[in-house]
């Protein structure tokens, strides 16, 4: 199977907004909820938002109210709206379906956040 592509990482000011895509392969998107997670330095990687095919969402409570997750089941893609963002969100994110496989991490995309 192909690993999931993250893109749309970049250096934003804090207060600032992002929007991260993640492509990943029909046959596994099609069946499986997705979802974001994130490993900031020094910590371990930590779920941030997730949807299944139906389109219902959950997220961590660090970023309620501030990022959205939403997928395209025509482009097989997974994307996250991040506004608000704040020093402490800076970390690679991932996408992996939920619960993640250990086995379909991508390279993650960086974003960082300064103060």
């Known amino acids: 199977q192909v690993q999931p592509v993250e893109s749309g990482g970049g250096l934003v000011q804090a207060g600032g907004s992002l929007r991260l895509s993640c492509a990943a392969s029909r046959s596994i998107f099609s069946i499986n909820a997705m979802a974001w997670y994130r490993q900031a330095p020094g910590k371990q990687r930590e779920l941030v938002a997730g949807?299944?095919?139906?389109?219902?969402?959950n997220y961590a409570d660090s970023v309620k109210g501030r990022f959205t997750i939403s997928r395209d089941n025509a482009k097989n893609t997974v994307y996250l709206q991040m506004n608000s963002l704040k020093p402490e969100d800076t970390a690679v994110y991932y996408c992996?379906?939920?619960?993640?496989?250990?086995?379909?991490w991508g390279q993650g995309t960086q974003v960082t956040v300064s103060s």
């Open positions: 992996n379906v939920l619960p993640a496989w250990n086995h379909y």
């Open positions: 949807i299944n095919s139906g389109g219902t969402t």
